[in-house]
């Protein structure tokens, strides 16, 4: 159920890329791409009560850090916004701790895909073009095997997921040439995992409801990479 899920998330936000880049008229259109690797820092959630793994407590699922790469595409509506398409591989495993000592439960690898809307400033052509953006899309986490002996009784690995995410970053783009040039950037992408129940809120009128803590995890991450431009 979740494969055929996360495919589904994939071709969405795969088709709004580039059915925005096609709304683009051809005759105005200019676009670029990138190819980045750097580090994403990460962090997981803590849940809502305390798990026993191997005679030992734990209420925190984290994420860790470690090496990324990925690649961005678009196309020029104007002169400085541009519309296109991110994405990400983060190298990475799952583990629990607090309050025992961390343990490894397996690796893991945390895919982003998002469409994103970018402003770029400076001059079309310039040297030095400092840019921001912004994207909607889904951060997909796919687990190998368990790494834990004994493993969990009736588990041998951990299922596959698929989060709605937003992404947003910026940094600069320096051309030393026309058409190849340096991209330094840094992004952060928050991920809605769960909500846990932390009070009521009560009204008169309306009576009490549960209010919800709801829970990210985030990546924040730092790259460096080739961009190339494509001109009318």
């Known amino acids: 159920m979740s494969s055929y899920f996360a495919r589904g998330s994939y071709l969405v ?47 925190d699922l984290d994420v860790t850090s470690g090496f990324a790469w990925g690649f961005t595409v678009g196309a020029f509506l104007n002169p400085h916004m541009e519309v296109g398409f991110l994405f990400d591989h983060q190298k990475s495993t799952f583990e629990v701790s607090s309050p025992s000592p961390s343990l490894k439960v397996a690796d893991l690898a945390v895919y982003n895909y998002h469409g994103i809307f970018e402003y770029n400033w400076g001059a079309p052509g310039g040297m030095v073009r400092p840019f921001a953006f912004g994207g909607l899309g889904a951060t997909h986490y796919a687990p190998g095997d368990l790494a834990i002996t004994p493993t969990i009784p009736g588990r041998t690995s951990i299922d596959s997921a698929t989060k709605f995410s937003t992404t947003w970053g910026g940094g600069v783009k320096v051309y030393p040439g026309k058409t190849v040039g340096v991209r330094i950037a840094g992004r952060w992408t928050p991920t809605y995992i769960q909500s846990n129940a932390s009070g009521y809120w009560c009204d008169p009128w309306y009576g009490c409801w549960v209010v919800g803590d709801a829970q990210y995890s985030q990546q924040f991450e730092f790259t460096g990479g080739v961009t190339v431009r494509f001109d009318d």
């Open 13 to 59: 936000v795969l088709s709004v890329g580039l059915l925005a880049l096609a709304a683009v008229p051809a005759r105005a259109q200019r676009a670029e791409a990138s190819f980045n690797i750097g580090y994403t820092a990460s962090n997981g959630i803590t849940g809502a009560s305390t798990h026993i793994i191997q005679g030992q407590a734990y209420t």
